[in-house]
């Protein structure tokens, strides 16, 4: 099994930062590429943002410039960095990973998420 625990919500006043991290531990051959996803009340969950195992990026446009996504591969660890918060980034955040647990073996896992909320 596999598992993925993010850390690093809490509440912080608009124009803040946050770091998220989020750790996969369990039976891993290999991750490949890793996300950052957002849901926030009412709404769609949305992705946010995503790194393969070269590290290679992608945005949505409502956090390009503010965020910035990046991997720790020795610690199979993914971060997201979120500055110029504003009260619209509120929402659960969730990390998931597509990681390979055999050489032809290869399934998606989701942490729990982690509460962000920005005041305004």
């Known amino acids: 099994q596999v598992q993925l625990v993010e850390s690093g919500g809490g509440l912080v006043q608009a124009g803040g930062s946050l770091r998220l991290s989020c750790a996969a531990s369990g039976s891993i051959f290999s991750i490949n590429a890793m996300y950052w996803y957002r849901q926030a009340p009412g709404k769609q969950r949305e992705l946010v943002a995503v790194?393969?195992?070269?590290?290679?990026?992608n945005y949505a446009d409502s956090v390009k410039g503010r965020f910035t996504i990046s991997r720790d591969n020795a610690k199979n660890t993914v971060y997201l960095q979120m500055n110029s918060l504003k009260p619209e980034d509120t929402a659960v955040y969730y990390c998931a990973a597509d990681v390979s647990i055999t050489i032809t073996t290869t399934k998606a896992y989701w942490g729990q998420g982690t509460q962000v909320t920005v005041s305004s």
């Open positions: 790194i393969t195992s070269g590290g290679r990026t």
